[in-house]
């Protein structure tokens, strides 16, 4: 997605991915925790990947209004192709 979009001018991409709420098989404890999607947690190693790190100018967690703890905004450089 981010090559993509790189390569079509885009400037700003808006990732959601979700806060997961996975209980984990040993808390015995009722509460549902939140912060152990896949997603969300791979997220960063992502984005900071060789491949696509040099496309990427800034990435900032989304408003409350735009996903909030379950969103990122990716900026992306310019293409000077």
């Known amino acids: 997605t981010i ?11 808006l990732f959601i991915t979700g806060k997961g709420s996975v209980k984990k ?3 015995y404890s009722q509460e549902t925790k939140l912060y152990y999607g896949k997603i969300r947690s791979n ?3 992502w984005v900071t990947h060789n491949t696509t790190q040099s496309k990427i100018l800034n990435v900032q967690q989304a ?3 735009n996903g909030g703890d379950g969103a990122f905004f990716v900026y992306l450089r310019k293409n000077k192709n």
Do not use: P, T
Request: proline share 0%; aromatic share 16%; net charge negative.
């Open 25 to 27: 098989e040993n808390d």
């Open 63 to 65: 408003s409350i209004e």
């Open 43 to 45: 997220f960063l190693s």
């Open 3 to 13: 090559n993509d979009c790189f390569l079509k001018n885009f400037r700003c991409i």
